[in-house]
């Protein structure tokens, strides 16, 4: 389950934009079912009933008819009939555009329909009912609060009431016209914009990122190659410890990748072993290479490369690590050692790595005042300094990695390269 949990572990970067997908697709969703109920709405016809024709007080969300008369009398046939205009309109006060638009107008049976304009009228001379239907082109769609005009003329010999009146027709609410569903139109919008933004600004990121490794990598790679010069101008001192830098470089570093120590503490450690024994230079080659018993004077000339050492890094503060691997990488962890006598925890972690790493190679390598010492001598000595000499945590894992045969594949690895 961990692994399959694992496998599937999302960055922040896809954990965010997932995010963003999830909250795109339900506004999605949420807006093609108000989409969908909206068409359907649009073609369901309504029926409104209207008491009168007078003009409504409260004009806010409804829809209604209105119609004004006046009386005028024809001088045709019948001298007694009378005529009546009657000027309508048809107002909208919906928040959606209201078309196909039928008004069925109950008049007196013996009225008849002599005129109209600006729509189109039948009169069901059976039920006496006018069916007002608008004019093609010009008014079958009335706006949202907006109105349309249009009138009638009746003849009667009787007196003319229009009371009562029916509207049918359709509700073409368009999905802007809808404030949620707009909302949620211009809200997707953003999101969109949102998820494109922060994916340029993620692919910008990627870029200074991967540029900043490779500048990384570029100058590692130059700080490599300026420490292996320095080691090997510090080796070729001697001709016997040829190449011994470059070697506890390679343990230590090795040591460090089994005590599971970060990536950038087991590169540091390496520039560390690299350059540990750098205050050499500062000591005669007649001394460094003595076959004989060196005298106190000789002694303490040479423990002083720890310090001398340090006093050439002075000014190279990026890596702190190494002057403390410099300085102090022949303390004793029983606080026998020098230059500060310092012991167990208080010697730099990186000293104590390094420290162990540099005894292995100076016994298991030929030196000017004796022969290398072999595979069995050097773990019964490992053995028997830890806790004296060397920190008996570490000390596991230098026997670790001479008994599986890491130690010769490090060894001829970091001799080739010389």
């Known amino acids: 389950m961990k692994n399959l949990l694992q496998k599937f572990r999302l960055g922040k970067f896809k954990t965010i934009m997932l995010l963003f997908a999830i909250v795109l697709l339900v506004l999605i969703a949420i807006e093609v079912g108000i989409t969908i109920q909206t068409v359907k709405n649009n073609k369901k016809q309504v029926f409104i009933k209207q008491d009168n024709t007078k003009s409504l007080l409260d004009k806010s969300n409804t829809v209604f008819f209105t119609a004004t008369q006046t009386s005028g009398r024809f001088k045709r046939n019948d001298p007694e009939s009378s005529y009546k205009f009657f000027d309508c309109s048809l107002v909208n006060s919906k928040k959606s555009a209201f078309i196909s638009w039928k008004i069925y107008l109950p008049i007196s049976k013996d009225a008849y329909l002599e005129n109209y304009w600006n729509c189109e009228i039948t009169l069901d001379d059976l039920h006496s009912i006018l069916e007002i239907t608008p004019k093609i082109g010009v008014n079958n769609k009335i706006a949202s609060n907006s109105e349309t005009s249009f009138g009638f003329m009746l003849s009667s010999t009787e007196p003319i009431f229009i009371k009562s009146t029916e509207i049918t027709g359709f509700f073409n609410e368009h999905f802007l016209e809808n ?62 410890t040829r190449g011994h830098s470059s070697r506890v470089a390679a343990y230590s570093r090795e040591i460090a990748k089994r005590m599971s120590m970060t990536a950038d503490f087991q590169r540091n450690i390496y520039y560390s072993g690299l350059m540990h024994d750098i205050g050499k230079i500062t000591i005669p080659d007649e001394i460094l290479n003595k076959t004989t018993h060196l005298s106190d004077d000789e002694w303490e000339l040479i423990k002083k490369h720890t310090d001398n050492g340090a006093v050439l890094l002075k000014d190279f503060t990026i890596i702190p690590m190494i002057k403390n691997a410099v300085l102090f990488h022949h303390e004793r962890y029983d606080g026998n050692g020098y230059p500060q006598a310092l012991s167990g925890d208080n010697i730099p972690l990186e000293a104590r790595i390094v420290c162990i790493a540099d005894s292995y190679d100076a016994m298991a390598t030929t030196r000017c005042y004796r022969l290398e010492y072999s595979e069995e001598r050097i773990i019964s000595e490992l053995t028997r300094c830890a806790g004296k000499q060397f920190d008996p945590k570490i000390v596991p894992f230098m026997l670790e990695i001479i008994k599986d045969g890491t130690i010769y594949k490090l060894t001829n690895a970091n001799t080739k390269t010389l």
Request: positive net charge.
């Open 179 to 240: 404030p949620f569903l707009r909302n949620i139109f211009f809200t997707i919008i953003l999101v969109v914009l949102v998820m494109l933004t922060f994916l340029f600004m993620y692919r910008y990121y990627l870029k200074t990122i991967q540029y900043n490794k490779e500048q990384i990598k570029h100058d590692y790679h130059i700080i490599n190659q300026t420490m292996k010069t320095f080691a090997n101008f510090i080796d070729n001192k001697d001709s016997y």
